[in-house]
Nanobody
Framework: QVQLVESGGGLVQPGGSLRLSCAAS????????MYWVRQAPGKGLEWISG????????YYADAAKGRFTISRDNAKNTLYLQMESLKSDDTAVYYC????????????WGQGTLVTVSS
């Protein structure tokens, strides 16, 4: 059973940066499509980034493009999301997720980590 645990969230001022981590156990992040999804207060889930199995191909939602970078460290079996130039609209609980046999189906999720962007 693959388990995912997010960390790195916290309070940051607008324009600041954060690096989120997603530690995997029971599987390897290089073996699956991996994703970051967020949920703003009172809103639905919003896909923000994905990374292709075993490769370097990355994908971003318009809201994240140019500011966020998804990456993985296979030695540490960890997925990352580097966030720059943060805005108040980025305030949300951020989840990492693992794709299934159908890569677009997010079958395993972490518990989430809260990012608050505020002055």
């Amino acid at each position: 059973q693959v388990q995912l645990v997010e960390s790195g969230g916290g309070l940051v001022q607008p324009g600041g940066s954060l690096r989120l981590s997603c530690a995997a156990s029971g599987g390897t992040v290089s073996s699956y499509w991996m994703y970051w999804v967020r949920q703003a207060p009172g809103k639905g889930l919003e896909w923000i980034s994905g990374m292709k199995t075993g490769g370097t191909d990355t994908y971003y939602a318009d809201a994240a493009k140019g500011r966020f970078t998804i990456s993985r460290d296979n030695a540490k079996n960890t997925l990352y999301l580097q966030m720059e130039s943060l805005k108040s609209d980025d305030t949300a609980v951020y989840y990492c997720a693992k794709g299934g046999v159908a890569y677009w189906y997010l079958e395993v999720w972490g518990q989430g980590t809260l990012v608050t962007v505020s002055s």
